[in-house]
């Protein structure tokens, strides 16, 4: 039999591919029900467990609140409500000079505002100890301590040189102990710190009177305990200033972690912190007094001011000045070649001059809602340039000097500039009301200062005050 032979060649290759899948949609529509339904309980459980976790924060927040408020005893207070603790730093008697205050520091607490502001005094303001006798402050402190062998002795003599200084009254103490500080930051296991800029101190005490390398990059930071002393003791690096900033740095990451979950649901923790408490600080507040700073410690703000002489070293404007530079390098041949510290204002021959630490402490201290609203002010000179010549006899820069003076006590100063118009009187216009900074301007603003509100659809909204210097700002200096 005879077949015809196909001829493939003619064939189309489509017809002996192999025939495609078809498409499930069942399938897609299963898969992604399945995913969904996944994804949502993850979500469900997620927000269960933390909502739960909340829950018992909460709970356990409150009984620690209700305790305290049980046991509590009322502080004692200054004339504004103020509770003014002072704060030392000690390296305690297996050091040498092992009770100089390397640091010295006012924390002044404000219970109204639930606010915590520091200020540091340096360690090398020289001051007058009688009528004969003067040196660095950080020896009131050690020199009474050997003499009385008391705490409060030493605490209470330096706290009368405090308040001729500051003008504060200081309520109670707290010495801390460097050794101790450190097995009490193991005790907390440990604190996390945000560090501003890298660190590199080549000359850092190493054993037996050698020196070591201490590194530490910009960067957030968990510490133990001697990391943490490290970084707050180094100086080589940095200027004093810088250190005590550091330090008030490390008191907040402290008040951060002793009211966390971590610690205050951890019972051994807890005890353990007791026990390292009593080798570490020492104060005059019994137990009670320090419990009734529990309530108020969960939503705390802090802020802290540093005197310092940065200004007299650096090519310094209203723009980068650092507020606060109201102490100087005193010539060192006036004091046995010393390096030692006088107030703005004071000579060798008169070093208590206090008037403008007073006023800066005042300011930072008894007022913080200051840094609280951070108010935005301009300035802007309309005074007439002809009148600066002849008042002066050549043109100065009148409103920049006046943002300098303002920054230096901490005013949020963003803009300075000439006006092309000419005006009498000041006159403050007030776009967003700041009622603490317009209170506390017409202190700084020679002349008689006025407010002006300024509807806020005219007004520039980066600004929160504008001041305008007129002519009797010139003549009322």
Known sequence: MFFKKKNFDSVSLKSYSKPKNKISYKKIFRFFFVFIVLISL??????????????VKNLAWTAVKTFSKIY???????????????????????????????????????PKLKTLTFLSIPRDLYVKYDKYRGGRINYIFANEYLRTKSFDKAAEKLEKKIKQITGIDINYYVVVDFWGFKKFINSIGGITVNVPYTLIDYRYPGPNRTYTTFKITKWIHHLDWETALKYARSRHSTS???????????????????LSTDVLLSPSKIKSLYLRIQDTFK??????????FIPYAKDLKIHSYVLNWDCFFKNV??????????????????????AVLLPVGATPNNVEVYDKIKKFAFIALDYPELWLENAKIQILNWINKRKIRQYYGYTKPVASQLAYKLKNYWFNIVDVRNATKYFDSNLGYVYNSKPITQQLLPTFVAGWLSYKTWDIKYAWSWYDITLILGNSYLFNQ
């Open 42 to 55: 993850l979500y469900f459980w997620n927000t269960i467990a933390y909502n739960v976790w909340n829950y």
């Open 72 to 110: 509590a005893k009322t502080p004692k207070k200054d004339y504004v409500g103020n509770i003014n603790i002072l704060l030392l730093w000690i390296w305690g008697k297996n050091h040498d000079g092992g009770y100089l205050t390397d640091t010295i520091m006012i924390a002044s607490f404000n």
């Open 240 to 258: 004093d200033f810088s250190r005590s900033a550091r330090q008030e740095q490390i008191i907040k990451a402290i008040i951060k972690k002793l």
């Open 283 to 292: 104060t005059d507040m019994d137990f009670p007094t320090i419990l009734s």
């Open 317 to 338: 404007t209203w723009r980068n000045l650092t507020p606060g530079c109201f102490v100087y390098p005193a010539p060192r041949d006036a004091f046995n070649w010393q």
